[in-house]
């Protein structure tokens, strides 16, 4: 989970430069996207979720709103949603305009729990803390997976016969090893 940011700016930044590379003069401008969009031939060439993102938000990219994302441009946006990660809103709008890349369950889990793993409260998300919580998920289900253990089950207690593991010891065994070691 930790590449979830990584993959959403990759796919940005390419879609970006197969824009370019199809523009007169590589200058990515609104029309542009629009046309390209529109062009059945080159459509399929391009992830139809990240140029939507794009073009949704050219104005909010064209810093200098010169009516063209230039590459400087494209590279500030992208560095600084990697770095201050991304709000729940952004997050949103790329799943639901089918950008993000990821999978449905992905996306519902990272929305559905967004605050909890929203650890400094700033309202966004960064890599570190979407991996933090994937694996503090991870450490709270083997917990949870120890303490529901039914206490019927005495194979911790006496150990199991069908262990092939010489390494394995059961409460039992362990001390009696101990014992015979003193």
Avoid at 61 to 86: F, R
């Amino acid at each position: 989970m930790s590449n979830i940011l990584s993959g959403i700016m990759s796919g940005l930044n390419s879609t970006y430069k197969y824009f370019q590379s199809e523009m007169t003069d590589n200058k990515v401008t609104y029309d542009g996207i629009t046309e390209l969009m529109g062009d059945e031939e080159k459509a399929h060439m391009v992830n139809q979720g990240f140029a939507a993102y794009l073009q949704k938000n050219f104005n909010s990219v064209d810093k200098n709103a010169d009516g063209i994302i230039s590459a400087d441009e494209m590279d500030k946006i992208t560095a600084v949603m990697s770095k201050a990660g991304l709000t729940k809103d952004e997050l949103t709008e790329l799943y639901s305009s089918g950008a993000s890349g990821l999978s449905n369950s992905t996306m519902d889990m990272i929305l559905k729990y967004f605050d909890e793993m929203d650890t400094n409260k700033d309202g966004r998300l960064t890599s570190a803390e979407i991996s933090a919580f994937s694996v503090n998920s991870a450490k709270q289900e083997k917990i949870d997976e120890f303490a529901h253990k039914q206490a019927s089950n005495m194979s911790v207690f006496y150990g199991s016969e069908s262990s092939s593991d010489p390494g394995a010891y059961s409460m039992l065994s362990y001390k009696y090893k101990s014992s015979k070691q003193q």
